[in-house]
C-alpha cells in the first residue's frame, strides 16, 4: 500500500527555472494539501483541493500553481524559482472529516540557489 | 487570528525519564480536534495522538498522553518511559477556523533523548 507518493525527494533548481512536484495517493481521499516546511518552523498551506477540478490557495499560495484533474494526482508548479522558496515541501491528504488525520508524503527538498 | 504556540524550541530528558512538550492554541470555534504530530529526522511526519474538544477525558495512547485544558486552551503532550526513538520534532495541530478543513501546525519543539 504506497499511500501518498511525492517525487523528486531532493532537487537543485537555478533562480527562475520551473519545476513540477508530484503528489500521488492511492488511498481514494478527497482532499489533498501542499504544505511548505522552512527551516526550524512549522508547516504552512500553500494550496489544497477538495477534490477533481477543485482547488483553493492557503496561507502562502505566490509563486505557485497547482491543479487537482484526477482523485489521485495534485502537482504543485513553481513557475520561476526564487531562493525564498527554498523549503521542504510536504504532500498530505485525507478523506475530509475534521477529526481524521493528515496522511503525509515523505517531502521533498528542494534548493533554490 | 487563529495561532498555535510552542513556547520550548528545544527540550531534552533522559532516557525513561518524563517530558512535557507544551501548546496552547487559540479558535472561535467550540468544538474541534487537536492533534500531536511527530517528525524524525527521516521528514515523514507521524501522527502521535489526537484529542477531541468536548471530550473531558484526556487522550492517551501508550507511553504518549495528552493534558487538554480547553478553557486555558492548552493542549501538553506527556511522554512517559522516554525512548531513544522518541528524539524528533513535535508539532501541535488543530484545524483552521476556514473551510480548508486542514491542519495549522505550531513551530515545533525538538526533543532529544538523552541515553
Known amino acids: 500500500n504506497a499511500g501518498v507518493t511525492q517525487t523528486p525527494k531532493f532537487r537543485i533548481l537555478k533562480i527562475g527555472q520551473s519545476m513540477t512536484l508530484q503528489c500521488a495517493q492511492d488511498m481514494n481521499h478527497n482532499y489533498m494539501y501542499w504544505y511548505r516546511q522552512d527551516p526550524g518552523m512549522g508547516l504552512k498551506l500553500i494550496y489544497y483541493s477538495v477534490g477533481a477540478g477543485i482547488t483553493d490557495k492557503g496561507e502562502v499560495p505566490n509563486g505557485y500553481n497547482v491543479s487537482r484533474s484526477t482523485t489521485e494526482d495534485f502537482p504543485l508548479r513553481l513557475e520561476l524559482a526564487a531562493p525564498s522558496q527554498t523549503s521542504v515541501y510536504f504532500c498530505?491528504?485525507?478523506?475530509?472529516?475534521?477529526?481524521?488525520?493528515?496522511?503525509f508524503g515523505s517531502g521533498t527538498q528542494l534548493s533554490v540557489l | 487570528a487563529q495561532t498555535v504556540t510552542q513556547s520550548q524550541p528545544e527540550m531534552s530528558v533522559q532516557e525513561a525519564e518524563t517530558v512535557t512538550l507544551s501548546c496552547t492554541y487559540d479558535t472561535s470555534e467550540s468544538d474541534y480536534y487537536l492533534f500531536w504530530y511527530k517528525q524524525p529526522p527521516s521528514r515523514q511526519m507521524i501522527l502521535v495522538i489526537r484529542q477531541e474538544a468536548y471530550k473531558q477525558q484526556n487522550a492517551t495512547e501508550n507511553r504518549f498522553s495528552v493534558n487538554f485544558q480547553k478553557a486555558a486552551k492548552s493542549f501538553s503532550l506527556k511522554i512517559s518511559d522516554s525512548q531513544l526513538g522518541d528524539a524528533a520534532m513535535y508539532f501541535c495541530a488543530i484545524p483552521p477556523e476556514s473551510g480548508a478543513n486542514n491542519l495549522f501546525f505550531g513551530t515545533g519543539t525538538r526533543l532529544t533523548v538523552i541515553p
Open positions: 498530505a491528504t485525507k478523506q475530509g472529516a475534521t477529526n481524521e488525520k493528515l496522511f
